[in-house]
């Protein structure tokens, strides 16, 4: 199969996935997000497993998995940490 960008396809080994559509591609792999909520890199090899699709059983998926597209991730700062325990400090004549 011809892959190229914007194809609907499916896999031919993993119809739970359900289809997809190609969002990139190059002389190694393609970058297919598929109905299922995933996107999957399937390598230039295995281009023979995937058959054309048609358009109108490709749904995008409602819900991406992992963070929303611009969320940013809070990383800690020095005011974030905790302070570091005292040492203990030794009593004199013990």
């Not at 109905?35 to 109108?56: C, E, W």
């Not at 819900?63 to 005011?79: D, H, P, Q």
């Amino acid at each position: 199969m011809n892959v190229k960008r914007g194809s609907v396809v499916s896999h031919a080994m993993a119809q739970q996935w359900g289809t997809g559509k190609v969002v990139e591609v190059n002389d190694y792999m393609a970058t297919i997000r598929f109905s299922d909520g995933m996107v999957r890199k399937i390598i230039s090899s295995h281009f023979t497993d995937l058959r054309p699709a048609d358009p109108a059983t490709y749904t995008p998926p409602t819900k991406a998995k992992g963070r929303a597209k611009g969320t940013r991730v809070r990383t800690k700062t020095a005011k974030d940490k905790k302070p570091a325990a005292k040492p203990a400090t030794r009593q004199p004549g013990a």
